[in-house]
C-alpha cells in the first residue's frame, strides 16, 4: 500500500473538493460528539435545582446550535454536489485535472502536521478553562494535589505541549516512523531468508 503513495494520482478538481468537504462533515460529527457531554450536564442541572427558567436560555442555545450542526453535517455528507454548487467552488472547471505526485514522507508530514493542529487547537481553550478553574481554587487556599482543576490541568497542558510538538518537529516524527519502517523491513527480509 505504501508504495501505491509514490505514483501519480489524476483526479477532478469535483473529486477534490467532495472529499474535502467530506472530511469537514466527518470532523463536525467529531465536534457533535465533544458537546454531548456539556448538554447532558446542562439537563441533569435544570433537574437538580429545579428552576429551570435560568437555563431555558442555555438549552435553547444549545439546541440551535446542534441543529446548526446537525444540517451542516446532513449537507457536507449526503449533499455535497449542492454544497459545491452553492459555494461555486468549481467556476468553470469541471473538467480539470489535479495531479498528485507525492512521497510518502511527505504525506506523513502533512498528516502529523494537520493532526497535532487539531490537538493544539482543540486543547488550548480547554488549558485556558482549567488554567482559571485552577487559579479559582487556589484563592480557597487547596495544594496542587488537593485541587480539583490540576489533573484536568496537567493533561489539557500535556497535550497542547504533544500538538505544538507535533507541528513544530513533525520531520523528527516522521523520521522515526521511516526508521522503525525500515527496521521491520530488514527484519522481514532477514526471517524470510
Given at each position: 500500500?505504501?508504495?501505491?503513495?509514490?505514483?501519480?494520482?489524476?483526479?477532478?478538481?469535483?473529486?477534490?473538493?467532495?472529499?474535502?468537504?467530506?472530511?469537514?462533515?466527518?470532523?463536525?460529527?467529531?465536534?457533535?460528539?465533544?458537546?454531548?457531554?456539556?448538554?447532558?450536564?446542562?439537563?441533569?442541572?435544570?433537574?437538580?435545582?429545579?428552576?429551570?427558567?435560568?437555563?431555558?436560555?442555555?438549552?435553547?442555545?444549545?439546541?440551535?446550535?446542534?441543529?446548526?450542526?446537525?444540517?451542516?453535517?446532513?449537507?457536507?455528507?449526503?449533499?455535497?454536489?449542492?454544497?459545491?454548487?452553492?459555494?461555486?467552488?468549481?467556476?468553470?472547471?469541471?473538467d480539470e485535472r489535479i495531479e498528485v505526485n507525492i512521497h510518502r514522507s511527505s504525506l506523513l508530514k502533512i498528516a502529523i502536521i494537520v493532526l497535532g493542529g487539531l490537538l493544539l487547537a482543540d486543547s488550548t481553550p480547554f488549558l485556558g478553562f482549567q488554567l482559571i478553574s485552577y487559579f479559582e481554587n487556589t484563592q480557597v487556599k487547596l495544594s496542587f494535589i488537593e485541587n480539583r482543576a490540576s489533573p484536568y490541568l496537567v493533561a489539557e497542558l500535556l497535550k497542547v505541549i504533544i500538538g505544538y510538538f507535533m507541528v513544530t518537529d513533525s520531520r523528527l516524527i516522521v523520521n522515526f516512523i521511516e526508521r522503525k519502517r525500515k527496521k521491520a523491513k530488514i527484519s522481514e527480509k532477514e526471517t524470510e531468508a
Open positions: 500500500m505504501l508504495s501505491l503513495i509514490n505514483q501519480n494520482y489524476k483526479m477532478t478538481l469535483k473529486t477534490f473538493w467532495s472529499v474535502l468537504i467530506k472530511l469537514i462533515g466527518l470532523y463536525l460529527i467529531w465536534q457533535l460528539l465533544i458537546l454531548l457531554p456539556s448538554i447532558i450536564s446542562i439537563f441533569a442541572a435544570a433537574r437538580i435545582y429545579g428552576d429551570g427558567s435560568s437555563i431555558i436560555p442555555d438549552i435553547i442555545l444549545r439546541t440551535v446550535h446542534i441543529l446548526v450542526i446537525i444540517f451542516i453535517i446532513r449537507s457536507c455528507l449526503f449533499r455535497t454536489d449542492d454544497v459545491i454548487i452553492k459555494l461555486r467552488l468549481m467556476k468553470g472547471n469541471e
